[in-house]
């Protein structure tokens, strides 16, 4: 899900290039399109799934679709998801919230239900959710945003339990800063891009291709004894004291 930019296109494109049919969603038809052309140009498969993820119905009703027209799923990305402008307490901040959990984890959360029983049947799968470095660390301009995501990271490891069993895994990738859209335009400002470069051992932000590179990681079978698992990609902010 969210395939059609930043680190969501960027595991389609990998993926895709390792061999993979690649089912590219987003709400945008234009988009999705577009996405599937410049891969099957570079010589992959991709097909479009377009869906609203904070729809439920629709959610489910995509999910079955490309079952149906694959045959069976091999992996599952759930990458979909916003921010919110507002802290929580702001005044109207409330409007933003059903919105942010619906699309940032209620849809990796449906994606879960309907998806990991058939690959369990299929005798087994991977899927990786995308969480946040926001979901390990006090925010208080994006409470919201990381309350989502810091479940995204739980979700992972509940399904991971439940699913193991039956030889489905399932881990989430937490990203640092990546050179995205909403992430570029933080980094305009000086001050804040020299304190956020000031946090990082690496000293430089991240990659797109560099996260989805760590998310095709978990869901290949290079890391088959490796379940329940939240990989952080965030070239050390975690880790540092900011020196």
Same mark, same amino acid.
């Given at each position: ?80 998801? @916003? ?26 959360? $449906?994606?879960?239900?309907?998806? $990991? &029983? ?25 409470? @919201? ?24 895994? @399932?881990?989430?990738?937490? &990203? ?31 990659? &797109? ?35």
């Amino acid at each position: 899900t969210g395939a059609t930019s930043g680190i969501g296109r960027a595991i389609a494109q990998v993926l895709a290039s390792a061999g993979a049919h690649v089912f590219v969603n987003s709400e945008n038809e234009t988009a999705c399109k577009e996405t599937c052309k410049g891969i099957c140009d570079a010589g992959g498969r991709a097909s479009s799934a377009v869906c609203d993820v904070s729809n439920a119905e629709a959610l489910r009703k995509m999910a079955h679709a490309v079952w149906r027209n694959a045959g069976r799923l091999d992996m599952l990305f759930c990458n979909a998801g @916003v921010t919110g402008a507002k802290r929580i307490g702001d005044a109207g901040y409330e409007a933003d919230v059903e919105k942010i959990f619906a699309i940032n984890l209620h849809h990796a959360r $449906l994606l879960c239900e309907e998806i $990991l &029983p058939e690959m369990a049947k299929a005798g087994g799968g991977a899927a990786v959710l995308t969480s946040s470095l926001a979901g390990l660390r006090g925010n208080a301009g994006i409470g @919201v945003y990381s309350l989502t995501k810091a479940a995204v990271a739980q979700l992972a490891r509940d399904m991971a339990v439940r699913w193991g069993p039956k030889n489905v895994r @399932v881990n989430a990738v937490s &990203p640092g800063l990546i050179a995205t859209g909403w992430e570029t335009q933080i980094l305009r400002e000086k001050e804040a891009a020299s304190r956020r470069l000031r946090m990082t051992p690496l000293r430089r932000i991240g990659q &797109p291709e560099e996260i989805a590179a760590a998310a095709v990681f978990l869901a290949s079978d290079a890391a088959g004894f490796i379940t329940g698992h939240n990989l952080i990609v965030d070239g050390g902010t975690l880790i540092t004291d900011g020196i």
